[in-house]
C-alpha cells in the first residue's frame, strides 16, 4: 500500500471521527441545554400524553374554597374551574387548546406533582397509602374569595377597561387581583376567536402586565424623595412652574400661594411637586423610585412587567412631569399597591406573593411563602409623615370619596392624562385603613373617563376596604 492510499484512508478517518465528535457533541448540547426548552415547547405532544396520566392538584383560596380541581378516570381526566370568570387572569387555565396561564401555568410542575424526585415520590407512596404518585400538588393561594368576587364586581359596575389590588401591607400577601375586562377560564378554548375578534385585550393582566401613568399617586414617591434628601418644603405657588419646556399648572388653574409639603400633598399642588422634582434632580429622585422598585424586576407568582422611571437622559422638563407622575413614569396597580403599602408599613416594602404553600397530595407541606422584606425604602418618621399626609387627602382634600365609617382611611387620588389631545384620563386612587393599624391596601385604577380619580376611583375603593374589614379576619 503506498503513500497516496495511505493518505485517504487517514483523511476518511479523521473525517469519520469529526462525523461522530459532531454527533456527540450536538447531542450533548441538546441533552444539556436544549431539551427543557423543547420539552416545554407548546408543539411537543408528549407532555398532554404524560399530563393525562397524571390527576392535576387542586388550587384553593386562603379559606380552603377550592378554584380549580380535576376529576374524571386516568388520561380522561377533565379540568373545572369554580369562579372561572373573577379568578380568570389569576387561576388561569389549563387547556389542551390554548395551553396554560396564571397560577395553571406557573405552578404546572407542582400541580403535576414534578417538582422533586419521581423515584422519592414513588417509595413514598409504598409506605405512606394516602400518598399517591399519579397525582399533583396542591397550590393554596392568599386571596380571599369575597373580595375577589366584590372587586371585579365593581369593575364590571364602572363600565370601564381597569384594575384592582389589594395587599396586606404588613405581610405582602395578595387579598385580591382582578383586571377587567376578563373572561371564562372554563369556555376558554370556544372563546377564543370571539376574545380575540373584540379586541379589548381580555387576556391581558391589566394589574401585573399593564403600565399606566401613575399621576398625583406618584406623588407620594416624590414626597419620599423631599423628606428623605431634606429638599426645601416651602413654596410659593404663582399656578404655573416653568420647567424648561411646557409649563406646568395645576388642576383647574387653581392658583395657592405660600404651601408647605402637607398642604401642596392634600391639595395635589401640581407646581409644587414639579418645583421640588427639579430641586431633588434626577439622579436622586431616580434612587428614590427605584428604591420604590421602579425600574427592577422581582420573582412574583404571576407574568408581571417592570414598572419604569427610566430617569438617566431626562432634562428638566421631563424630571418635573416625573414629579406628578406624567411623562414618562409608568406603573402598574401592583406597583401603585406596593408603594401604599411601603407608607402603611413604616417605610418597608414588603415583597409581594399569591402562592401561600405547595401541599403534597397526603397532605404534606411541599413549599411555603414567608412574608419577606423587599426593600428598605424610607425611614418610619418620614414614612408616618407621609401618612398623616395621606388622611389629609381623605379627610380635607380630593380623596373624600374614600371615607368610609368603620374607620379612617389613608389614601392618594390620582388622574392621568393620557394626552394632550384626549380628554380621557386614567382616575386613581390608592390607600389604606386602618391608618394606625393598615390591614388591607388598595390600588384601583379605571381607564379612559373623563372625571377624576377622586370622583370615579376613590368611592370604588371605599367600597373594597370596608369590605375587607367587615368580612375578613
Request: a neutral charge; glycine letters at 8%.
Amino acid at each position: 500500500m503506498n503513500f497516496k492510499e495511505n493518505r485517504k484512508i487517514l483523511v476518511l478517518l479523521v473525517f469519520l471521527i469529526l462525523l461522530f465528535m459532531s454527533l456527540i457533541f450536538y447531542l450533548s448540547y441538546f441533552t444539556i441545554f436544549l431539551s427543557a426548552d423543547i420539552k416545554d415547547h407548546p408543539a411537543n405532544r408528549r407532555d398532554f400524553l404524560e399530563e393525562a396520566a397524571i390527576k392535576r392538584g387542586t388550587i384553593l383560596d386562603r379559606n380552603g374554597d377550592v378554584l380549580a380541581y380535576s376529576d374524571g378516570e386516568q388520561y380522561k381526566y377533565e379540568r373545572h374551574y369554580t369562579y372561572p370568570i373573577i379568578y380568570s387572569h389569576v387561576v388561569g387555565y389549563s387547556n389542551k387548546v390554548t395551553g396554560k396561564a396564571g397560577i395553571e401555568s406557573k405552578y404546572n410542575k407542582y400541580l403535576l406533582g414534578e417538582e422533586g424526585s419521581q423515584t422519592l415520590k414513588s417509595l413514598k407512596s409504598f409506605f405512606n397509602k394516602k400518598l399517591d404518585p399519579k397525582a399533583g400538588d396542591n397550590v393554596v393561594l392568599t386571596t380571599h374569595t369575597g373580595l375577589q368576587q366584590r372587586s371585579r364586581d365593581l369593575l364590571d359596575k364602572s363600565g370601564e377597561s381597569g384594575a384592582i389590588v389589594t395587599m396586606n401591607p404588613k405581610t405582602g400577601e395578595i387579598l385580591s387581583l382582578v383586571s377587567y375586562p376578563d373572561f371564562n377560564s372554563q369556555t376558554v378554548d370556544k372563546d377564543q376567536a370571539a376574545i380575540v375578534e373584540q379586541n379589548k385585550a381580555a387576556f391581558y393582566n391589566r394589574a401585573t402586565q399593564s403600565l399606566f401613568p401613575p399621576g398625583s399617586t406618584f406623588k407620594i414617591v416624590t414626597a419620599a424623595g423631599i423628606l428623605e434628601n431634606d429638599i426645601n418644603q416651602n413654596y410659593k405657588d404663582t399656578g404655573e412652574e416653568a420647567s424648561g419646556g411646557h409649563p406646568i399648572r395645576n388642576s383647574g388653574q387653581k392658583v395657592y400661594g405660600e404651601v408647605d409639603l402637607n398642604e401642596a400633598f392634600t391639595f395635589s399642588v401640581n407646581t409644587y411637586f414639579a418645583n421640588k422634582a427639579m430641586a431633588l434632580g434626577k439622579d436622586k429622585f431616580g434612587e428614590m423610585s427605584e428604591k420604590f422598585m421602579f425600574n427592577k424586576k422581582f420573582d412574583f407568582d404571576l407574568s408581571m412587567n417592570p414598572s419604569k422611571f427610566e430617569y438617566k437622559n431626562w432634562d428638566k422638563q421631563a424630571v418635573a412631569s416625573a414629579g406628578i407622575g406624567q411623562g414618562d413614569v409608568l406603573a402598574t396597580p401592583l406597583q401603585m399597591c406596593m408603594v401604599a403599602s411601603t407608607i402603611a408599613n413604616g417605610g418597608n416594602m414588603m415583597k409581594p406573593y399569591i402562592v401561600s404553600s405547595v401541599v403534597s397530595n397526603d397532605g404534606t407541606s411541599v413549599l411555603t411563602h414567608e412574608p419577606e422584606v423587599l426593600s428598605n425604602v424610607m425611614n418610619e418618621q418620614n414614612a408616618n409623615l407621609i401618612k398623616d399626609m395621606m388622611v389629609n387627602v381623605v379627610n380635607k382634600g380630593s380623596g373624600k370619596s374614600a371615607r368610609i365609617r368603620r374607620a379612617q382611611v389613608a389614601g392618594k387620588t390620582g388622574t392621568a392624562q393620557k394626552s394632550s389631545q384626549s380628554a380621557a384620563n386614567d382616575a386613581w386612587f390608592v390607600g389604606f385603613a386602618p391608618a394606625d393599624d393598615p390591614q388591607i391596601c388598595v390600588a384601583v385604577v379605571i381607564q379612559n373617563v373623563e372625571d377624576y380619580g377622586g370622583k370615579v376611583a376613590a368611592p370604588i375603593a371605599a367600597n373594597i376596604i370596608d369590605y375587607a374589614l367587615r368580612n375578613m379576619e
